[in-house]
């Protein structure tokens, strides 16, 4: 069991900067990988990036160049810092962690946290 605890959105300009934080209750060095995903109402929950075991990263499209993700080790914790942000940046952003091997692989998701850009 993987219980995972956002923080960090709120509200900004657009073109303004926030940075998101996920707390894990387990060393992220076990976990397969980490991701931040967000979802619009009415729409798909979508992968904005992930960081592999290996630190490996990918970003979704729109936000490369903007966005970055990193980790700390030592504190089992998974940032998301987003740069020059836009209005279509608002939703709610989750933190997810892919854990466990073969048969017993288990996604786990966190609570949300808010993103609210204004133009």
């Known amino acids: 069991q993987v219980q995972l605890v956002e923080s960090g959105g709120g509200w900004v300009q657009a073109g303004g900067s926030l940075n998101l934080s996920c707390a894990a209750s387990?060393?992220?060095?076990?976990?397969?990988?980490m991701g931040w995903y967000r979802q619009a109402p009415g729409k798909q929950r979508e992968l904005v990036a992930d960081i592999t075991r290996g630190g490996f990263t990918d970003y979704e499209d729109s936000v490369k160049g903007r966005f970055t993700i990193s980790r700390d080790k030592a504190k089992n914790m998974v940032y998301l810092q987003m740069n020059n942000l836009k209005p279509e940046d608002t939703t709610v952003y989750y933190c997810h962690a892919e854990y466990g091997l073969g048969a017993s692989r288990r996604g786990f998701w966190g609570q949300g946290t808010q993103v609210t850009v204004s133009s």
């Open positions: 387990v060393s992220i060095l076990s976990i397969n990988a």
